[in-house]
């Protein structure tokens, strides 16, 4: 039996009991928690059982698998790495578990192509003559870039929401080979690498995170490697280019619409004043990030720690007009054609989870205490970049914001929820919460009320931090060339107590 008690409780009875096995009695001999997920626990069996339960339903287990014929005397969760499991059983082996592809939700044709690839693949690694068949190496390739094909029409069916996790793990596998088999097939040319990278940033864009974020670790490996081999490191000359174009681009502010500035706030104070009431310019609060400080971001800077890999950007100024689309390139290439470039087609990395894609990036980015207050632990980070002149037009998000400026600066203009009706939003399902109006340029023949609507406005510069409470309409355009990060997190969060003992809680005391 396996019983969970409430050492709260005054009661001697568990607040829960389930059996091991159903069908007779097999003694507990192991068992071990999840290092960050507490309520899933993995227990191991007399009988070599290996059996997951989720504690909030522990009534039925969520995996069962046979892990020895014997006793399993021991099992760990890897406490940095919880997708990864040991068992020891009594006859002396230890095996190592990780989370693998369940294939048998993909369709049989595309079970029995992953199969061919993946004995192919190993057959050509495993070649025990120097130089690989190029025939052998060429069938493979049409192979693997025919099962990308399939799964990526797998992917565009429906929306996105609605795909299989096992279909984007299955292109991520998929894509792992290419890489793989591109690095063989071009280890000695610059061509291969590139090919490699590209295969690898698919994988993420488009894929699941596969064996502790293998597809990452391979692109930052070889984009170090393509930076180094790079013939000529090219020093950007951004701010002079900046000082050129910004002439005329700043609006005519009233400092009486201006947002307000908090340097710092306690936690204290954000809770009490400014949580969900207002908008504030929070100064002083990105300080002490890398990317502020000794690993500065520039053009040239995210040249050489992601130069080579590929993101999608949006090609347009503003994603309500009728040109408006979405486009493949690398780094390298975007800053080419849309950052140094004047060009009449605005480009922009916008609301793209950047961070995720490449770890490196985030370690210069430490998010702020405010965004631990409430009950909810998964953040959005997503990425802003692009040249002066990007626009994002006037709308509002439904979780709390904090839109940080790590380079240039940017005008921003806040209206209040209770002022929807004269914003004219978007009649379609899919612009609900965006404004029809064109912000600075409004058609007042059309949208009337627009001009009687009260704003704030501000211009945000580098190392300051806007906070936005949930459905605050926002309108956004960049003075220069800018990179922000933004924080989003659910609406739900911790509150204030209106009764009861406890009105506040501080590190170091609890206050009446």
């Known amino acids: 039996m396996i019983k969970l008690w409430d050492l709260r409780s005054i009661s001697e009875k568990p607040i829960l009991s389930t059996s091991l096995s159903e069908d007779s009695e097999v003694g507990v001999t192991s068992m071990d928690r999840h290092p960050f997920q507490g309520h899933i626990v993995a227990v191991g069996g007399y009988d070599g059982m290996l059996t997951v339960y989720d504690m909030r339903k522990a009534q039925t287990p969520v995996t069962v698998m ?14 940095e790495r919880a997708d990864h499991l040991f068992t020891a059983s009594e006859s002396g082996s230890v095996w190592h578990w990780l989370d693998k592809m369940d294939d048998k939700k993909l369709n049989p044709s595309i079970r029995h192509l992953f199969g061919e690839i993946t004995q192919m693949y190993l057959e050509v690694r495993n070649n025990s003559s120097t130089q690989f068949s190029e025939t052998e190496c060429s069938t493979l390739l049409l192979k693997i870039d025919s ?24 292109y991520s596998y998929v894509s792992l080979f290419k890489a793989l088999l591109c690095l063989e097939l071009g280890k000695d040319e610059g061509s291969g690498l590139v090919n490699a990278i ?30 180094i081999l790079s013939e000529t490191k090219r020093t950007i000359q951004e701010n002079q280019n900046e000082q050129e174009d910004n002439n005329g681009c ?43 400080s000794e690993s500065r971001w520039s053009v040239n800077y995210l040249r050489k720690v992601a130069g080579y890999r590929t993101v999608p950007i949006e090609i347009g100024s503003k994603y309500t007009d009728d040109a408006w689309s979405q486009s493949l390139t690398t780094v390298n290439q975007f800053i080419d054609n849309y950052i140094l470039t004047s060009n009449a087609t ?6 793209y989870q950047l961070f995720q894609q490449i770890p490196q990036l985030k370690k210069d980015i430490l998010v702020p205490d405010y965004c631990y207050l409430g009950t909810c632990d998964d953040i959005q980070l997503n990425a802003w970049f692009g040249p002066r002149g990007t626009i994002s037009p006037l709308h509002y998000d439904p979780d709390h914001n904090f839109l940080s400026q790590v380079v240039g600066s940017k005008y921003i203009r806040l209206y209040s929820e209770e002022v929807t009706s004269s914003l004219y939003p978007h009649e379609q399902d899919l612009l609900f919460n965006t404004s029809q109006v064109d912000v600075e340029h409004p058609d007042i023949e059309h949208f009337p009320l627009f001009l009687s609507a009260p704003y704030l406005e501000t211009i945000l510069e580098s190392g300051s931090m806007l906070y936005l409470p949930p459905r605050v309409w926002h309108y956004v355009r960049s003075l220069s060339t800018s990179f922000s990060d933004c924080l989003r997190v659910e609406r739900q969060w911790y509150g204030i ?13 609890i206050r009446e």
């Not at 295969?199 to 070889?222: F, Q, V």
């Not at 700043?250 to 954000?270: G, R």
Request: some cysteine; hydrophobic content about 40%; charged content about 20%.
């Open 346 to 351: 605005a480009g922009y990395l916008a609301q």
């Open 250 to 292: 700043y609006p005519q502010m009233n400092k009486d619409n201006f947002v307000e500035t908090v340097h710092v706030p306690s936690i204290e104070t954000f809770l009490l004043d400014i949580m969900n009431k207002k908008p504030v310019v929070i100064t002083g609060a990105m300080d002490f990030w890398p990317a502020m």
């Open 198 to 227: 590209a295969a690898c940033d698919m994988g993420l864009i488009m894929g699941e995170p596969i064996l502790d974020g293998l597809l990452s670790n391979i692109a930052d490996s070889l984009n170090e490697k393509l930076w």
């Open 497 to 509: 107590p209106n009764s009861g003992p406890f009105r506040l809680a501080r590190l170091g005391q």
């Open 147 to 170: 099962a990308l094909h399939y799964v990526w029409e797998q992917l565009h069916t429906g929306q996105w929401k609605d795909v299989d996790p096992e279909w984007r793990k299955l």
């Open 66 to 79: 046979e892990a020895s014929d014997n006793c399993l005397n021991d099992l760990r969760f890897h406490p």
